[in-house]
């Protein structure tokens, strides 16, 4: 069965930080991602990466630059979203996301076809 479960939501007040992660079985991904969605908002890219020929790539969301760190582990197929100076404007769901095939974008929903059941994170003022 190919899943992706993630794991570390919660709450934390402003200016706090947590960490999130998702582990892959099933499937090796090439490309994986966490995107999140808030109360009436379309779900959002937030960081991503993916492993081709021994290389690792990043990428951020602009709201996210600078406070956000992706980080993985090929072999395990494993991806951590560590979240600092959190703000109440990064309370969502946050959903990982994964990708046998990287399509050549990799902020796009249609970019993934397995997804997590999400993990809430609440950050209070």
């Known amino acids: 069965q190919v899943q992706l479960v993630e794991s570390g939501g919660g709450l934390v007040q402003a200016g706090g930080s947590l960490t999130l992660s998702c582990a892959a079985s099933g499937r090796i991904f090439s490309a994986m991602a966490w995107f999140r969605q808030a109360p009436g908002k379309e779900r959002e890219f937030v960081v991503g990466m993916r492993w081709n020929d021994g290389v690792e790539y990043k990428y951020y969301g602009d709201s996210v630059k600078g406070r956000f760190t992706v980080s993985g582990d090929e072999a395990n197929n494993t991806v951590y979203l560590q979240m600092n100076s959190l703000k109440p404007a990064d309370t969502a769901v946050y959903y990982c996301?994964?990708?046998?095939?990287?399509?050549?974008?990799?902020?796009?929903?249609?970019?993934?076809?397995?997804w997590g059941q999400g993990t809430q994170v609440a950050v209070s003022s």
């Open positions: 996301a994964g990708t046998a095939y990287y399509t050549g974008t990799y902020y796009r929903i249609d970019d993934y076809d397995t």
